[in-house]
């Protein structure tokens, strides 16, 4: 199954995202942090920006998402698959460790 490359413009981490598989999965299988509660597209934590590359955003019509929103690139990536290599920048951010 192809894979592609991921990264997070802030932290520099990257990760592989399964071709059929969301990328917040991803994160969280690979210990990546990336804002999140529901993982169903309802509570917008995981909103981020897409920088670089392309990534489709599934189920738009039951996520809380907005035209405008996806028309300056910001994708729930919860429901998103990459298309290619990506590096995103989620809007909210995680507390200091
Ligand atoms: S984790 Fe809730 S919208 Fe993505």
Redesign the pocket.
Known sequence: MSSNRVAIRATGEAFEVGGREFI?DAAIRQQVSIP????????????STVIEGDVQQHDVDD??ISPAELAANQR????ATAKGEVVIEPLRKLPRR
């Open positions: 917040l999140y509660s529901c993982r169903n597209g309802t509570c917008r934590s995981c909103i996520c809380l729930l990536v919860c429901l």
